[in-house]
């Protein structure tokens, strides 16, 4: 594979202030602002390693600093190419495991996401029964995942017993114009006990409720969320010479509602 140079160092954009306000019908019960020095170890922690993650994808997760970190108010995550214990590039999986977990609401995140062919930054909650019921028992809620390969294209999808992988229950929304990678866009779902429900920047775009399930409704219980940018898999395909590295998603906040 032929490998772009690496690109000069940019500063991180400092996104456009986004004030903690009052959402008519909704109560704030948990956010996060990225406005400390690090990543708030009472939220956050991490998965580590390689092996695919069931996708066959290429990087190798770890908590260092170079793929994530606190800058200008923002969460980076960054995917590099670099050889790192046997895997050709690294990144960062964060997510809330045993420390912040949900049942309903709306949760929702400020971020840019990465660009590129083999790219596949994320936005999702696991129930919490993860560790005990494995996927796809504990049940998946993508509240945005992008592939590089399609610029201008976000997914919401759930997945669960009977409509997992490639049979998970998906839509989308196409930008009229730019690609996601330009600017920061706001990517939410709002949950309830028999409708989910996807929106960006506002607009909804996919609804699911029981009766559009092939299988068992499994959203009735806590989640976890989950921030990630993987690099190749089945879905996205994998870099070629058109990718460049380093890749970064720019997280402004992540943000969980309950109506009032």
Known sequence: ????????????????????????????????????????????????????????????????????????????????????????????????????????????????????????????????????????????????EHIGKEPPNVYGTVHGPGYSGSAGLSSHYTLPAGRFSDDFHVLAVEWESERIRWFMDGHLYHTITPADLPGEWVFDHPFFLLLNVAVGGYWPGYPDDTTVFPQVMLVDYVRVYQPT
């Open 1 to 144: 594979m032929n490998v772009t140079p690496t690109p000069a160092a940019t500063p991180t954009p400092v996104p456009t202030p986004t004030p903690i306000g009052y959402r008519q019908g909704w109560e704030l019960i948990w956010h996060d602002e990225f406005d400390g020095p690090d990543i708030n170890p009472a939220n956050w922690t991490y998965d580590l390693g390689g092996g695919g993650w069931g996708n066959n994808e290429r990087q190798y997760y770890t908590n260092r600093p170079e793929n994530a970190r606190i800058e200008n108010g923002l969460l980076v995550i960054e995917a590099r190419q670099e050889s790192y214990r046997g895997w050709p590039y690294t990144s960062a999986r964060l997510k809330t495991l045993g420390l912040q977990e949900f049942t309903y609401g709306r949760i929702e995140a400020r971020l840019k996401a990465p660009y590129g062919q083999g790219i596949w930054p994320a936005f999702w909650a696991l129930g919490n029964n993860f560790p005990q019921a494995g996927w796809p028992v504990c049940g998946e809620i993508d509240i945005m």
